[in-house]
C-alpha cells in the first residue's frame, strides 16, 4: 500500500488558498513477463480490490500501465531492391475485467534513407526499442468487475510488428524479435470524506476572498 499527498491549490485574480488534502491510499500491483520470442500469450491474475481492506471504500478508478521491450533484428534479402520506409517492432494487447482492451506498440524506424539489397548481400537491421502507456477506467462495468475478494484476469497478446514500402524486384524477409513486458494495475478508492470536505471549504472560501474584495 503506497499513501500519497495531493496538495489542492486554488489560484484566482482575488488571491491564493493553499488547502493541504488528506492522503488517499492507493493499491498497487505489477507483474511481469520477461522477454520472449513473438508471438506469444500470457495470463496474468491480478488481486481484486477489496473494500473491506481500505475501510469500506468503494473504488473511484483504475489504473491499468503497460510498458513493453522490444530487442531482435530483422533480415532482408533481396535483388535490385529498394526498401524506401520501414519501422519494425512489436505490440503487446491486454483484456481484463469489465470490458478493458488496451494496447501499446514499440516501433524503430529502420528506413529511411532507404536500404538498397544487392543479390548475395543480405541487410541485418537491429531492433532495440520500449514504449509505455497508461489508461484509467471509471466505468462502472470495469469498477464492478474489479471490486471483490477474488482475482481477475488480464490476457495479454504479444507480436511482432514490421511495415515496408518497397520498390523493384524481390525481398526475403526474417524477423526475430522478443517482446518483455510489464502490467501494473493501481486501484484508486473514494477519497476520505475529510477530503472532499476540505476542497468544498476551500472553494468557498476563495469565493468569499473574491466577493469581499469588490467595490461598488
Known amino acids: ?48 480490490y477489496n473494500p473491506a481492506d481500505n475501510d469500506g471504500k468503494a473504488l473511484l478508478q483504475v489504473n491499468v500501465l503497460l510498458e513493453m ?18 519501422n519494425a517492432g512489436g505490440s503487446l494487447a491486454v483484456t481484463g475485467p469489465g470490458g478493458i482492451d488496451v494496447s501499446v506498440e514499440a516501433v524503430k ?28 477506467f471509471t466505468g462502472a462495468a470495469i469498477l464492478a ?4 475478494t477474488g482475482t481477475v484476469p488480464y490476457d495479454l497478446v504479444a507480436d511482432g510488428l ?13 524477423q526475430n524479435t522478443t517482446v518483455g513486458a510489464s502490467v501494473t494495475v493501481e486501484y484508486i478508492p473514494i477519497p476520505e470524506p475529510a477530503s472532499l470536505a476540505l476542497m468544498l471549504v476551500g ?5 468569499i476572498g473574491c466577493g469581499g474584495g469588490r467595490r461598488p
Open 162 to 174: 514490421l511495415t515496408l514500402k518497397i520498390t523493384g524486384g524481390n525481398i526475403s524477409v526474417n
Open 109 to 136: 524506424q529502420i528506413a529511411p534513407p532507404a536500404i538498397q539489397l544487392v543479390s548475395g548481400q543480405p541487410v541485418v537491421i537491429g531492433i532495440d526499442t520500449s514504449d509505455s502507456v497508461l489508461y484509467q
Open 69 to 86: 521491450e522490444v530487442t531482435g533484428e530483422v533480415t532482408f534479402t533481396g535483388s535490385n531492391t529498394t526498401i524506401n520506409t520501414g
Open 1 to 48: 500500500m503506497r499513501c500519497k499527498i495531493l496538495p489542492l491549490i486554488m489560484l484566482s485574480g482575488c488571491g491564493l488558498l493553499l488547502v493541504s488534502v488528506p492522503a488517499m491510499a492507493t493499491l498497487i500491483e505489477t507483474q511481469t513477463v520477461p522477454p520472449t520470442a513473438t508471438m506469444w500469450t500470457e495470463t496474468l491474475d491480478f488481486a481484486q
Open 203 to 207: 472553494g468557498l472560501g476563495l469565493l
Open 145 to 148: 468487475a474489479s471490486t471483490g
